[in-house]
């Protein structure tokens, strides 16, 4: 029932699978306000990811820290960046765990939006990759197993863009243009949904939006 | 906007390649080649300057590794933060024991990566201190100084910075003067023409012909307004009127001023803008102690200049004076 | 192509106003204001080598006055001579007694006014020798060398001279040296864009956007072909093999090699050429002695670049090491 | 009968009562192969010598020296730089006369002409100044009095004018469009017509190109 370090790799394996259409999409998404990399950006953090060596056995937290590592030489941006500290600050959280139970990746989540808070000064409502993992580890908490899990982390991550669409975005580059933002989905969320989707290997898109 | 390169892929190593070439006091480290040195071995127990940033705006940030200047300069893609790892290779390369000062523009992304690098060094029992430049006026007002972004005026904090490390000082007192060469520097640009960038088929923003883009960024941020271009006269009215409005204005009579092109606007250009802004310097009593005119700070071939003043006090001016060596920048 | 301007007609004696402003070392002399001359006074006896031509490519000409460079430079209007009046001033500005090289590209009116003025100089007691740079490659086939204007490759006569007058070589001697420099150099370039005339609504000529016109001139002056822009690899590869198809090639497998943006063109791209040059050079055997890669030789805002190279012996070897100091070159 | 330095002043100063017309003409003309500034030069120099303070008693000579010297500082284009070296070779020769008679101009246009071939390298045919200057010397030659030597003047200027139109231009900018040059008359060519007729208060086009 728990989530080991093979479960990520395995997760891992099915996004690059995947990558291509998901770097086009986001891509365009960020292209309307952004300067148009945040897929190009992800890709190529998930291609070093799912290149590494390493062996997935063992601890989780040595895993997550390990992909941490090599993720921090493969990109500049902000997201890569906010990517890369959740995974260090994850990783050090299960340092000692040889897997995950689905209740306690809820915790986990909260891990990685506070790290990401710290970094980069953001707070939730901004319209970011936090309003994501904030709704994320609201909707996950109390998960009975990996199949509930899964539910309800697609629920959460569809929930929050879809409150987040009308709303401005408040940081980064967008938000110069803080009144063009309103009705775009941003970039850095639509990422977790769709990351989420390839991972487990969910077929629909997220809530609706065609793209 | 034809531009002289082979693959836009290659276009950040291939320049770096033909730079160091050209400039054999530079040398290419890192595990992704993406870090820029002293070819000279610095003296031991000298505090290291490390800088970074995206890449597109030469001669910043690595073409002003050098002597009295900075020791190491990670990399980054073009108008895209280095990486968290070639950010920490840099602060490596400069450490020679003594510590290192991360000096960079206040753009999230380098920001956040510098400190987690330093945040790394210091687990590999490196100290480090990251001062954030912030001289850009346009880009948050003057309550929100922590939201500004650094620009040419990065320069001055170098140089100061730089020379303080080479007379010996330690790492408190480097940060120190580094904070106070930025505390004391203010810029404000204006465009009047976008750049491109390498394998796009259009700039990814606007700057209408005859418009002048007040305060426009150096990737291209939008401005404080626009408008026709009506002079040089007036153009430089209106910077110097917003640089001396600055509270720092007030500590000091006495300024190191820097007249810098965006790219393509050329030196004839730049010496009619800079005779505009000196006699306004000087209706306001201005003593301008030391000048720099030239491409220093660029966006590739955007159109455009930027204003920078130091407010100077006695020790900057020092500082500013001391012996320093780069490829783009010599005091002697 | 917004300039930062005030008048058109103000646009040469503001710019000059500007630079002397930003660089004290020049200093405004002449009847018309249009003689940059050194400010610190040279040693007499000294021969003088005194320079001129158009207004527009700074920092060619009047940013080269500087020790073991020129001593004065006749400035003319945007694109235009200098008159026969500035010319003479700037003869007898150099003159200490020693006699004048004037050392000038090849342009009708330019020519015919140095002639006139070094005429008009001989009256006055002062001696005078004129040589002319011919290094443009694109501008005449070998066999009519005397029709090949001057461009970036002036700047290795500049050099040559500057340095053998430092010395204290008499005119004879400069003049010999200054000859051979012209002799060995040569320069091909090419432009992606055109450039503005002040006060002009459009460029006096076309360059197709996308397109390499190779061989343009300086003011625009047709090239040998256009054709779309492929790489910098390519073009690297066109201008080497004109290069070395001269007869010159032949004397000596060591250069000095000088990668120049016509205005526009960032250093990001010429770094990038810079660094196909020396793969091209390399593979033929060619050892780069010294390199210079920046704006040295432009046309306002212009855009492309060109390529220089002088063949070295030893002698014209010794003088481009020599020390030499001015705005925009320094050897030390 | 003779022509003496006053005539010339005079002479100058009815070019420049009338200068802005023939300035825009004489750009006209150059924009459609040169730089277009063959009338802004010209137009500067006929200033400073309309303005020069010296008086024009005394030989010819002195005073044409004395126009040399002033123009000499007026100007950087290479016609400019021809007629100031004219203005020498012609100065120099009439040194010592208080006026020229009408038979003798045809031999001082010789003097100028040779003297701009030597300063130009340029021969005859090329489309310049130069062959209205050939023209302007034969036809003169003979002249029996002022009216004779205007009328001279005037058919030779315009001949002149006619012989060329239909050739192509050999020198200078014009010579990279070699072929484009066919059928404009050369700007030089045209000035010397022009000033020609404002010397002599003529009121007719020259040779029928309305311009
Ligand atoms: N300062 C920040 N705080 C929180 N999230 C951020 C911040 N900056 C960027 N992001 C997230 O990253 C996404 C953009 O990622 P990306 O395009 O890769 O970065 P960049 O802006 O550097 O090009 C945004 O949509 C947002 O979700
Ligand atoms: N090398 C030359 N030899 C003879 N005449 C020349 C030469 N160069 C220019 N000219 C004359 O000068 C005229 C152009 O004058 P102008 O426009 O003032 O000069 P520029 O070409 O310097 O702009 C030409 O029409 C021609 O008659
Ligand atoms: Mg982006
Ligand atoms: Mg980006
Ligand atoms: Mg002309
Ligand atoms: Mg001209």
Chains 1, 4 share one sequence.
């Not at chain 2, 200047?69 to 020679?96: M, W």
């Not at chain 2, 206040?106 to 510098?114: A, P, S, T, W």
């Not at chain 2, 170098?158 to 106070?180: F, M, P, S």
Request: glycine letters at 12%; a negative charge; charged letters at 20%.
């Amino acid at each position: 029932m728990q989530i080991t370090a093979q479960d990520i790799s395995d997760a891992i394996a099915r996004i690059q699978a995947g990558i291509e259409p998901l770097e086009r999409r986001l891509n365009e998404a960020d292209s309307h306000l952004g300067d148009g990399d945040t897929g190009t950006m992800l890709a190529r953090m998930i291609g070093v990811m799912a290149d590494q060596q390493a062996e997935p056995s063992g601890a989780v937290g040595t895993y997550l820290l390990q992909l941490a590592k090599v993720a921090a030489r493969s990109t500049g941006s902000s997201f890569g960046t906010l990517i890369i500290a959740a995974l260090m600050a994850s990783g050090r959280a299960t340092k000692d765990c040889d897997g995950i139970a689905p209740g306690d990746v809820s915790a986990l989540v909260g891990v990685a939006r506070t790290e990401m808070m710290a970094r980069s000064g953001t707070g939730e409502g901004a319209k970011t990759v936090i309003d994501s993992l904030a709704s994320l580890e609201a909707g996950t908490a109390g998960a009975v197993s990996r199949a509930d899990l899964t539910q309800r982390a697609l629920v959460a991550t569809d929930a929050a863009l879809e409150a987040f669409r009308a709303l401005p975005c408040r940081v980064g580059r967008a938000r110069i243009h803080e009144a063009r933002s309103i009705g775009n989905d941003d970039p850095g969320m639509l990422a977790v949904a769709l990351l989420l989707r390839a991972a487990v290997g969910a077929r629909s898109e997220p809530c609706g939006k065609a793209g | 906007m034809t531009k002289i390169i082979n693959a836009p892929e290659a276009y950040v190593d291939e320049s770096l390649a033909g730079l160091c070439l050209a400039h054999p006091s530079l040398r290419i480290v890192g595990d992704e080649g993406r870090v820029l040195v002293r070819s000279h071995v610095k003296s031991a127990g000298k505090v290291g300057i490390a800088s970074g940033g995206g890449f597109g705006h030469l001669p910043l940030f690595c073409g002003y590794v050098g002597e009295g200047l900075l020791d190491a300069c990670a990399v980054g893609n073009v108008f895209e933060g280095p990486t968290v790892g070639t950010s920490l290779d840099s602060i490596q390369q400069a450490d020679t024991g003594a510590g290192v000062l991360c000096l960079i523009g206040n753009y999230g992304g380098d920001r956040m990566n510098f400190e987690m690098a330093g945040a790394m060094a210091a687990d590999d029992g490196i100290r480090s201190e990251l001062v954030l430049g912030t001289d850009d006026v346009a880009s948050a007002p003057e309550d929100q100084m922590e939201k500004r972004r650094g620009v040419a005026g990065l320069l001055f904090a170098y140089k100061c910075a730089g020379a303080a490390a080479e007379e010996g000082r330690d790492l408190a007192e480097v940060t120190r003067i580094a904070r106070k060469a930025v505390d004391r520097t203010r810029t404000i640009g204006f465009a009047l023409a976008p750049c491109l960038m390498p394998g796009r088929d259009a700039p990814a923003f606007e700057v209408v012909p005859g418009t002048v883009e007040f305060g426009m960024g150096i990737h291209g941020e939008p401005g404080l307004w626009r408008k026709p271009f009506s002079s040089a006269d007036a153009i430089a009215s209106e910077m110097v009127d917003k640089l001396m409005a600055e509270t720092v204005s007030e500590t000091s009579s006495r300024v190191a001023l820097m007249i810098n092109s965006l790219g393509a606007s050329p030196y004839e250009e730049l010496f009619i803008l800079h005779r505009s802004v000196r006699t306004l310097l000087s209706e306001r009593g201005i003593d301008v102690a030391r000048v720099m005119v030239g491409p220093f700070v660029t966006s590739m071939e955007m159109a455009g200049a930027s204003v920078s003043l130091c407010f100077l006090d006695e020790e900057l001016d020092t500082m500013l004076a001391a012996p320093a060596t780069c490829p783009f920048w010599t005091v002697s």
